[in-house]
């Protein structure tokens, strides 16, 4: 924000103006400073970002403590639209539990689906930051969330009230959060999806059966490779070599790759308990694993994972990540509007156009068409890459240099 000075050439009176509204409302703030620092939260440059493109547009940035102080402010309005995004999100799942199950003015607490999922900021177990969400089997949204941390900075500029979440330890995460937010409202398939009879859910049972058994006997080596392939799926475009060479005529099946015989029998008990009928029919709906990978990526969009982000700054990845989970990112018109910057005509145009793009590239990457262009792109490259192999030799073999 910069002052500018009018000055009349002839009574040499100045008029000052300001570059910049003053928000009085919400901490006192000039309007620049709060759309630049919620920019770098939702690109996920950061305070370095912003000091970057400051320098580069030759404008003087605002320091760090200021830079924290619009964080806080900017926190306080994404968690208050992210919980009102969540109350809302209950409601539409009571609302369709009760559909679905023929009692409409029931008072009760109901039982309802969900997936648990954590993500860390860093892979292995060191993070100092995890983030867990608990979604919605039936209508795919978030009802709650939760972020836990092991650092605070208040702590290492030796100030008190600590922000840290002592008991939290990574191999016990997926245990804490559930007994202490949920506990036995978590249950195994409380509910039926409609559109599937008891004929087609047996059946999508009996196939990842067969399947989980193919991988067994595919893996492990035998002298009838018939016998070894016969649960592989035909055809050219089979993850089988095997049957591959079975449909095209070629010979790029490699017996070597398997596991020797005798480690058929220390898997089997394995595969067995991987394929028994009521862990699969657990799996049947599906519909769990992309909403999940969904919403991590979205969360580390914002907060990328080569640097090193504060527990605040990823509380507003999280939030923001869940309101453009639900409403995509026209939800953003809503938070800046509690955060007294309102979004103007060329704000709601670029979140609508972003939210098209979206839909249509999802329509795409979901249709049959586009699902049979990947698989077949997938399979020639994988032929490519074994035919320079097998022209060139092993270029490249650990320890061999």
Not at 21 to 28: A, L, R
Not at 149 to 177: A, N, P, V, W, Y
Not at 182 to 207: C, F, H, M, P, S
Request: with cysteine; charged share 30%.
């Amino acid at each position: 924000m910069a002052d500018l000075s009018v000055e009349c050439s002839s009574c040499l009176e100045a008029t000052p103006l300001k570059t910049s509204d003053t928000i009085t409302k919400k901490g006192q703030s000039f309007d620049v400073n709060r759309r630049a620092v919620y920019h770098s939260l939702e690109t996920g440059g950061g305070y370095e970002g912003l000091v970057t493109f400051c320098s580069i547009m030759n404008m003087p940035c605002l320091s760090l403590p200021a830079y924290y102080r619009q964080v806080d402010t900017i926190l306080e309005a994404l968690e208050a639209e992210a919980k009102d995004e969540m109350t809302q999100a209950g409601i539409r799942v009571r609302e369709y539990i009760l559909k679905e199950s023929g009692d409409e003015v029931n008072d009760d607490v109901v039982d309802a689906a969900v997936s648990f999922d954590g993500t860390w900021a860093k892979r292995g177990f060191t993070s100092l930051t995890g983030v867990v969400f608990v979604i919605s089997v039936d209508t795919g949204e978030v009802l709650d969330y939760h972020v836990l941390s092991k650092e605070c900075r208040k702590c290492t500029m030796k100030r008190s009230q600590c922000q840290t979440d002592e008991e939290f330890k990574h191999g016990r995460l997926s245990i804490l959060l559930p007994m202490s937010y949920y506990g036995l409202a978590i249950r195994q398939n409380t509910l039926t999806k409609a559109n599937l009879t008891e004929r087609e859910v047996d059946v999508v049972v009996y196939t990842m059966k067969k399947n989980i058994i193919a991988i067994l006997h595919h893996s492990v080596q035998s002298q009838d490779a018939a016998k070894q392939h016969r649960f592989c799926p035909v055809g050219e475009d089979s993850w089988c070599k095997w049957q591959q060479d079975c449909a095209t005529g070629t010979n790029t099946y490699e017996a070597g790759d398997c596991l020797p015989e005798v480690f058929f029998e220390l898997l089997k008990p394995t595969f067995i308990t991987l394929s028994e009928t009521k862990l699969l029919q657990r799996c049947v709906r599906g519909a769990t694993q992309n909403r999940n990978e969904c919403i991590n990526g979205l969360v580390w969009a914002r907060c990328p994972k080569h640097k090193h982000h504060g527990a605040k700054v990823i509380r507003c990845a999280v939030a923001s990540t869940v309101c453009h989970f639900h409403s995509g990112a026209a939800s953003r018109a809503r938070i800046m509007q509690r955060l007294v910057i309102p979004a103007g005509e060329y704000t709601q145009k670029a979140s609508e156009e972003k939210d098209k793009r979206r839909l249509r590239k999802s329509d795409l990457q979901t249709s049959a068409k586009e699902k049979k262009r990947r698989q077949g792109e997938q399979m020639r490259r994988t032929r490519r890459e074994d035919a320079l192999r097998e022209a060139d030799g092993d270029t490249y073999e650990p320890g061999g240099f």
